[in-house]
C-alpha cells in the first residue's frame, strides 16, 4: 500500500487528492495535511467583501467530504520535510503541528510515499509596514479579501464607509496592490469594480473618490505582461480595454507603485520613475505579497537542505530553468511542466507552491533598483490543472510502474479562463469573461504578441455575470464531491 501525502486543502490541493483517491481506490492511502477546518472558493470571497454573499456561501467542512471520500485528514500545518528519513530509517517523512482535531499543538512525524506540496502562499503583510494582516486588529489601516473571514471583516467596514456616504460625507476609496511584488491584480480589479457597483447601487457613487494603486507598469498587466483579446471580430490589447473599463466607471489609477509605508490614512509609496509619493484614504483594501509558506528540510543526518528544495522565496523547485538570465532570452520552456522536484523524484509541488523561474511580465525596477513588478498568477483554473496532472503522474507510478511522471501542466502550453466580477445583480451585474491561450506567453511559437490572439478572448457584460453567479455553484458542487463531480472540468 502506497500513500500519498496533500499538503495544503486549497484549489490546487483539493483537486489533486481528490482525483488521487478516486484512481488509486483503497488499495492506497491519500491523507491530506491542511490548517483548515473549511475549503474555500476563494474567487467568491470579492462578494463577501462587499455584502453580496455570506461566509457559508463560499466555504464548507473538509472533515465530512474527505470522510466520505476516504482520505485521511490532518487538520495540521507541516512544519518540516525530511525526504531521505532519518537515522535507523530511510522512509521520508513530513513533521505536522496539529490545529484542530482536538489535537492543537500536537506534533507527529508523517511518513510518505509520494509527496504533493500544495500548500499555496503565505500571505507577506509584514513586508510592507503598516499593512496589517486582514483581521481588523488595532493597528491594521487596511483590510483584505484574501480569506473568507478578511472578506467579512471588509464588508463591515465598507459598509460604515457607506453610512458615511448616505450622510452627504466624502470618502476616498483605494483599492489594489500594498507592494511592488504583489500578484492578483485580478482580486483587486475585482473588488474595485464591485465596491464601484454597490456605491451606485445605494445611491452615494458621487460622493466618492476611487482610486486603484498597482504594480503593473500599464492597466490591464495582470501579472501575465498583458495580452491581445479578441473582441466583436477585432483584437485589442488589454490595455486600451482596462483603461476604457476605469475612464467608464470614473476609477483613477496610479501605475507602477510600490507601497513603503501605510499609516492611518495614508500611504505612501515609491514610483518606477524614482519618486515618492503620498496617498490618502477613508477606506483601502491593499493585496499583499505572497511568499512560501516557510517550510525547513532537513538531510538524514540532520543537516538543513532548505536552499535545496526551496527557493529564497520559500517557494519549492521544480522542473523549471531557475538560470538567471536577462528578460530578452527568456523562453516559455523555461516554465516547468511535471511539477516534479529534481532532485527527490517523488516529491512534486502545484498551484501556488512552486517557484516560478521568473515573473511573466517584464521586470521593471525603480532607479535605486527597487523592483516593481507584478509576479506571476498561479491561482484557479490552472492550479486545478497542475493538481490533477500531478496526481494523474504519481497514480501512473504506483499502479503501471511508471518511472518518470506521465502527465504535464506547463502554464506556457495551458490555457486559461477567467471571469472577473464588475458587480453583482441578476440584471444588473457584470463580468468581464476573458480567455487566454497560453498563459505563459510564447514569442517563439506565436511572435509578436506571445498568443494565439484566436484563443485569446475577452468580452464585458451581463452574461459574463452570469456565469461567474453559475461558476460559484458549479465549483463548489465539484469540490464537495456531489454526483458527476469529476465530470466538471477544472
Not at 100 to 106: T, V
Not at 201 to 215: L, M, P, Q, S, Y
Not at 367 to 393: E, L, N, Q, Y
Amino acid at each position: 500500500m502506497a500513500r500519498v501525502v496533500v499538503m495544503g486543502g486549497g484549489v490546487a490541493g483539493h483537486t489533486a487528492a481528490t482525483f488521487a483517491k478516486d484512481w488509486l481506490g483503497s488499495e492506497h492511502e491519500v491523507v491530506v495535511v491542511t490548517p483548515n477546518a473549511n475549503w474555500n472558493w476563494i474567487p467568491s470571497n470579492i462578494w463577501v467583501g462587499v455584502g453580496q454573499m455570506k461566509k457559508e456561501d463560499v466555504v464548507f467542512p473538509l472533515a465530512p467530504v474527505y470522510a466520505k471520500a476516504g482520505i485521511d485528514y490532518r487538520q495540521a500545518k507541516a512544519v518540516s520535510i525530511h525526504p531521505e528519513g532519518k537515522e535507523g530509517s530511510e522512509t521520508p517523512y513530513i513533521t505536522i503541528e496539529y490545529t484542530g482535531q482536538g489535537k492543537e499543538g500536537q506534533t507527529e512525524e508523517l511518513t510518505y510515499d509520494y509527496l504533493i506540496n500544495a500548500t499555496g502562499p503565505k500571505l507577506n503583510f509584514d513586508a510592507t509596514p503598516g499593512l496589517g494582516n486582514g483581521q481588523g486588529q488595532l493597528g491594521d489601516y487596511t483590510v483584505s479579501v484574501c480569506t473568507a473571514d478578511h472578506a467579512v471583516h471588509a464588508n463591515n467596514e465598507l459598509q460604515q464607509v457607506i453610512e458615511r456616504l448616505k450622510k452627504g460625507e466624502k470618502q476616498v476609496i483605494l483599492i489594489g496592490m500594498g507592494h511592488g511584488m504583489c500578484t492578483c491584480q485580478g482580486a483587486a480589479f475585482e473588488y474595485i469594480f464591485n465596491i464601484e457597483h454597490e456605491l451606485r447601487k445605494a445611491g452615494v457613487r458621487d460622493n466618492a473618490e476611487i482610486i486603484f494603486i498597482t504594480n503593473e507598469s500599464f492597466l490591464g498587466d495582470f501579472g501575465m505582461g498583458g495580452m491581445h483579446v479578441k473582441m466583436g471580430g477585432y483584437a485589442a490589447s488589454s490595455k486600451i480595454f482596462a483603461e476604457s473599463l476605469y475612464a467608464e466607471r470614473d476609477v483613477e489609477w496610479i501605475l507602477g507603485a510600490h507601497v513603503t509605508q501605510v499609516e492611518e490614512g495614508k500611504v505612501t509609496y515609491k514610483t518606477l520613475d524614482g519618486d515618492t509619493d503620498e496617498q490618502e484614504f477613508d477606506f483601502a483594501m491593499l493585496i499583499p505579497p505572497f511568499a512560501g509558506v516557510g517550510f525547513k528540510a532537513y538531510d538524514k543526518a540532520g543537516e538543513d537542505i532548505t536552499s535545496k528544495l526551496f527557493a529564497p522565496n520559500g517557494f519549492m523547485k521544480v522542473d523549471a530553468d531557475y538560470t538567471p538570465k536577462p528578460y530578452e532570452e527568456w523562453k516559455a520552456s523555461d516554465w516547468p511542466s511535471t511539477l516534479q522536484n529534481p532532485d527527490y523524484k517523488n516529491i512534486f509541488a502545484a498551484g501556488i507552491a512552486f517557484a516560478p523561474p521568473h515573473t511573466i511580465s517584464k521586470p521593471m525596477q525603480a532607479p535605486d533598483g527597487t523592483p516593481i513588478t507584478p509576479t506571476p498568477p498561479r491561482t484557479g483554473m490552472p492550479s486545478a490543472m497542475m493538481g490533477k496532472a500531478v496526481a494523474a503522474s504519481i497514480c501512473d507510478m504506483i499502479k503501471e510502474g511508471a518511472t518518470e511522471p506521465t502527465h504535464t501542466a506547463s502554464m506556457a502550453e495551458m490555457g486559461a479562463a477567467c471571469v472577473a466580477s464588475a458587480g453583482k445583480g441578476l440584471f444588473t451585474g457584470t463580468a468581464a469573461a476573458m480567455t487566454v491561450y497560453p498563459v505563459v506567453p510564447d514569442f517563439e511559437k506565436y511572435p509578436g504578441i506571445g498568443r494565439d490572439v484566436n484563443s485569446t478572448t475577452g468580452e464585458i457584460g451581463l452574461a459574463g455575470h452570469w456565469i461567474k453567479h453559475i461558476l460559484h455553484h458549479l465549483f463548489i458542487w465539484k469540490a464537495k464531491l456531489k454526483p458527476g463531480w469529476q465530470l466538471i472540468p477544472e
